[in-house]
């Protein structure tokens, strides 16, 4: 399928792998979408900058820069951050289209269903788009698509009049007359306002006098003056800030122009420099409208579909979205006379191109789609495989392609290519699969996991999805006959590990299977265990993981992630077994019952850990630390000795003449948990670099600790 993407400011067409649907979603065939003439084309422009002048726009990222450079070096530092900004980005964010597939959980929508969608995040500029349900609402009988397509740009106008709460006979101003302002200007008629607009392009005012408005202003008169004189001296009830400038003078405008008691609400993107004289004496109320309505910027509501009952949230995101299209399908809203032009798709260059030559812009321009194709391809070939290459490679499919594989995996599968060719890039995105294939020279791009399983050139796969998906993917690329590198966590809950352990009871000689625990494959800890292994006695070990703060609406503390104990702390539970090389006999945790909501117990807990060899183990895990302070500090007591491991950067041997080590950039074992991966993946002694016995414990203290964590 065609979608529009964007790099360094230049906007192509490209061929992507179709995405699939999946539960809570459903599949959709765009027939209009429109474009945001604002802030697509202000992205457009800022992409197109040098990187230098966008950090320097950006002053909050320099600090994560500076970080990155202590702990990573300057090539990976320069590595990842341009690889950040070559990758191509999708754009859109509002839509019509026909219901191709209709995902599990959803019941009042089907195939053929005419219906819009919204969302920057899924409503992108493609011949076929997933968007979760919420996102999505059915066209009232008789609307056509293109009308319907600017479903966006009305729920962000009809939330914008909901926070002015307007009521019958009220005279309200309306600064900016751009196609917010056009809308919200008919909307307040709707409701039997009495309606200024001013806007500095005359051509607008006279529009939005043809749709309704009683009166319009332009730059050349006072305009503060005439509202007054308009309202008989009163002042506006309340002024609706539409318009785009980075002065404060707007808003300062609108304030003057509100009678006592008045309200102002921004909807566009002014300066927010209040000045007290300007509302102190009316004691104004001043709102922000947030997008669309209840629901925007809440992963519950939007992709996780779970509704905000209406007795309590009469209007949300969604529900707003319906009630602009009904206005529009009454005729109650004129949004027809705003669309100033349509563009097929395969012209989305040269409209973007027209839409910022000088001059005055469109109030909304659509790009239009072909009809769907029978067939939807869910594989882009990027390389040509080349035969020759595979012989002594390991054709290696990743499948995932999130920060963590794009940022780390990928770059060091580079750095390995005498042991690895990357075959293909899976992602549940095609846009994102076809640029991460494009930027490591993968073979294709693929959003079908089913394909990757198929493939005969395929010899192994690395998992990097959310982790609810790891057990079940790696079980089935292994009964597909697949070695399989999987990012922590192996499963997420006993059920699951069961499944794995019975596997292998059935294929003894079975495909490799390789948990992400990378820390066992640090040099530092490959230091510590040289000592340990020579140890007579037990050994104490006290680990301390400042694990840092995550906000509890992170997805990693949601269904998908499992929690930072499972997602995270497993990771030193391996590197507790791979120490002591030892069966566990005890774990027993404890945690601190914060005093507010904003800290989870969850997150902050104490685990000791027994094992069969006598030895003791201790996980501090914390997120009310500060990231000031390093990570990951380890101390081992072992036979007169101390070890002390330093954030993977230094181990330090107190009470003997060994020598520790101390490296320039830190090193948490990533590269060379592949490169040891490719080691077993070609040998034919059957060795893991870590035994399956190893991983199903490490991920077994993980739950046990868990069922403590939840009592």
Not at 90 to 98: E, I, M, N, R
Not at 475 to 481: I, P, R, V
Not at 637 to 648: E, S
Request: proline share 5%; net charge neutral; charged share 20%.
């Amino acid at each position: 399928m065609k979608q529009v993407l964007i790099n360094r400011g230049r906007v192509a067409v490209v061929d992507v792998p179709a995405p699939m649907v999946v539960p809570g979603t459903l599949l959709i065939a765009v027939s209009h979408s429109c474009i945001s003439v604002g802030t697509e084309l202000s992205g457009i422009r800022s992409g197109a900058k040098p990187l230098w002048k966008r950090a320097l726009e950006q002053p909050d990222n320099v600090k994560k820069v500076l970080n990155m450079l202590l702990k990573e070096g300057i090539s990976n530092t320069k590595n990842r951050i341009g690889r950040t900004f070559d990758t191509e980005r999708p754009t859109g964010y509002s839509l019509a289209g026909t219901v191709l597939e209709v995902g599990d959980g959803i019941a009042d929508i089907h195939p053929r269903d005419a219906v819009a969608c919204a969302g920057a995040q899924y409503a992108y500029h493609a011949e076929i788009v997933r968007v979760p349900r919420n996102l999505v609402t059915p066209l009232p009988a008789g609307l056509g698509f293109a009308e319907a397509s600017t479903v966006t740009l009305g729920a962000i106008a009809m939330q914008g009049v909901r926070r002015l709460q307007p009521t019958l006979g009220e005279c309200f101003a309306v600064l900016g007359l751009g196609v917010l302002g056009q809308l919200v200007v008919q909307l307040l008629k709707t409701n039997g306002c009495r309606v200024v607009g001013a806007d500095l392009d005359t051509d607008r005012v006279k529009l939005a006098c043809s749709l309704g408005m009683n009166m319009g202003l332009n730059g050349a008169i006072n305009q503060v003056e005439q509202v007054n004189r308009l309202t008989g001296g009163i002042g506006a009830d309340g002024v609706v800030v539409t318009a785009a400038t980075a002065s404060s003078e707007v808003l300062s405008m609108a304030f003057q122009m509100c009678r006592k008691k008045g309200r102002v609400v921004v909807l566009g993107d002014v300066g927010l420099n209040i000045k007290r004289s300007d509302i102190y004496q009316k004691e104004l109320d001043f709102f922000i409208s947030t997008s669309y309505g209840p629901g925007r910027y809440d992963q519950i509501y939007e992709e996780q579909g779970l509704d905000y009952p209406v007795p309590y949230v009469r209007w949300t995101e969604n529900r707003n979205m319906a009630a602009y299209l009904q206005l529009v399908s009454e005729g109650r809203v004129n949004v027809t006379k705003l669309i100033s032009t349509t563009y097929p798709l395969e012209d989305a260059p040269k409209a973007y191109a027209d839409l910022q030559q000088p001059g005055a812009k469109p109030l909304i321009a659509l790009l239009s789609y072909p009809e769907p194709r029978e067939n939807v391809e869910r594989r882009i070939e990027v390389v040509p495989s080349d035969k020759k290459t595979k012989s002594g490679k390991i054709r290696i499919a990743v499948v995932g392609a999130g920060s963590f594989a794009r940022g780390t995996h990928l770059p060091n599968l580079q750095k390995l290519s005498s042991d690895y060719e990357i075959r293909a890039v899976c992602s549940h995105s095609g846009h994102n699969a076809i640029s991460v294939s494009r930027q490591f020279q993968a073979g294709y791009a693929a959003t079908d996991y089913g394909q990757i399983l198929t493939d005969p050139d395929v010899d192994a796969v690395l998992i990097a999805t959310r982790h609810i998906l790891h057990a079940d993917m790696a079980l089935q690329a292994l009964k597909a006959g697949k070695h399989v590198l999987v990012e922590k966590p192996l499963a997420m809950n006993q059920t699951e590990l069961d499944t794995i352990i019975t596997f292998y009871e059935m294929n003894p000689d079975g495909p490799v299977l390789l948990t992400g625990f990378n820390r066992r494959f640090s040099p530092h800890i490959e230091c510590i265990k040289e000592i340990t292994d020579k140890r007579i006695n037990p050994m104490i070990i006290n680990y301390r993981m400042n694990a840092g703060y995550i906000s509890l609406d992170h997805w990693v503390h949601s269904r998908e992630g499992g929690g930072r104990n499972i997602g995270e702390a497993c990771h030193i539970y391996d590197l507790f077994t791979f120490l002591t090389d030892s069966r566990v006999t005890k774990v027993s945790a404890q945690y601190i019952h914060p005093k507010t909501e904003y800290y989870s117990s969850r997150d902050n807990f104490i685990c000791v850990t027994a094992f069969d060899d006598g030895s003791l183990a201790t996980l501090t895990y914390t997120a009310l630390g500060t990231k000031d302070y390093p990570k990951e500090k380890m101390d081992v007591y072992v036979d007169g000795q101390v070890l002390v491991m330093d954030d993977y950067i230094s181990v330090e041997v107190v009470g003997s003449r060994r020598k520790g080590m101390k490296a320039k950039v830190m090193d948490k074992g990533l590269e060379e948990e592949l490169r040891l991966f490719a080691e077993a993946v070609k040998g034919d002694d059957k060795s893991w670099p870590n035994p399956l016995w190893q991983q199903i414990q490490a991920m077994e203290i993980a739950l046990r600790v868990e069922d403590q964590l939840n009592k």
